[in-house]
């Protein structure tokens, strides 16, 4: 498939992260359909767009007109063979679970045309043990956005041994066309660039506050000052959840195997605490007081 032959996209699964891969592909010009088995999460997901893009109109942000264009290009549907049997691109951004994953990736291997690329947004799952399962190894890859996408301009394409060059070059192109900013990975590794780079800071702040060389704060203040960062790796677990810190960080741990990559104790101990951050209202911080800086 040729970089400009992409003219109809479908996103599987209306979750936070799908509506809004949706919504991009329709600003980009793409004739979109939005699929998930859950009519409330399509009616969720349709309310919520009408909001967040007459609150860009309303900032200067988009043109009514283009507004307009990008609604009547993004349709939504429950009927995943309906969704998928013209798409030139699937983006499945459904639940992070390999074995449904698979199963919604064979389906769509009969489903949609012998050209179709069928891309995963998974975070976690490596695309080759998706793509296992198609016929079709060469027209798979990930392609990672980050959350919220509408607001994240940034996605990585990643590919297996078996990805073609066509097909990440198909895939970054689209990337381009939606107005965000794509790199490529031309290997698999688990947890990816950015995850993996997150991952270190979090494992040296924390080390440094289990060894009791400085306190949470001094470690968030210096990083901040110093390297520039907006938040400290302490504000950010708070922010993201120490649990969703610690599942990622265990996932990456259990993958590779590797001592050195073994969650952090005191990241264990708020999440054995159930202090998750600014979901529980107290994570390292009294996050109810005190706003993250
Ligand atoms: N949330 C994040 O911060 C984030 C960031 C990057 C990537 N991701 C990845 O995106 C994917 C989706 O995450 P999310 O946070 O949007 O999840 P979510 O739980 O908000 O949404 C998942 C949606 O998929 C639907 N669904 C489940 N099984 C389906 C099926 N077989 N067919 C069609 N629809 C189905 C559900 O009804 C739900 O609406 C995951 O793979 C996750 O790893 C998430």
């Not at 032959?5 to 980009?28: E, F, N, P, S, Y």
């Not at 992070?96 to 690329?117: A, N």
């Amino acid at each position: 498939m040729k970089t400009n032959d992409v003219k109809r996209i479908t996103v599987v699964g209306a979750g936070q992260m799908g509506h809004q891969i949706a919504m991009l592909c329709a600003l980009g010009g793409y004739q979109t359909t939005l699929q998930d088995i859950n009519q409330e999460a399509l009616q969720k997901a349709e309310s919520n767009l009408e909001r967040l893009m007459s609150d860009w109109v309303k900032k200067g942000k988009l043109e009514e007109s283009a507004k307009e264009k990008a609604f009547s290009l993004l349709t939504y549907t429950q009927q995943l063979e309906e969704a998928a049997k013209d798409a030139d691109l699937v983006i499945e951004a459904i639940v992070e679970v390999l074995e449904v994953k698979q199963e919604l990736f064979k389906k769509l291997d009969r489903i949609t045309p012998s050209h179709t690329i069928l891309a995963t947004n998974s975070s976690t799952i490596m695309n080759s043990l998706i793509a296992s399962v198609t016929e079709r190894p060469e027209n798979v890859c990930n392609m990672h956005f980050f959350f919220p996408p509408l607001v994240m301009d940034s996605v990585e394409v990643v590919m297996s041994e078996e990805t073609s060059e066509e097909t990440a070059e198909t895939v970054m192109e689209v990337c381009r066309k939606i107005n965000r900013t794509a790199i490529l990975l031309r290997k698999e590794i688990p947890g990816f660039v950015a995850n993996r780079i997150l991952g270190a800071i979090h494992r040296e702040a924390t080390f440094l506050y289990e060894e009791g060389i400085a306190s949470f704060e001094d470690i968030d203040l210096i990083v901040k000052k110093s390297l520039g960062h907006k938040l400290g790796p302490f504000e950010l677990i708070d922010l993201s959840g120490a649990d969703v810190v610690y599942a990622a960080m265990t996932h990456q741990y259990e993958e590779s195997g590797d001592e050195r990559e073994r969650p952090p104790a005191c990241i264990k101990e708020k999440v054995d605490k159930g202090e998750l951050g600014r979901k529980t209202g107290v994570g390292f911080y009294d996050c109810r007081q005190e706003a993250v800086k």
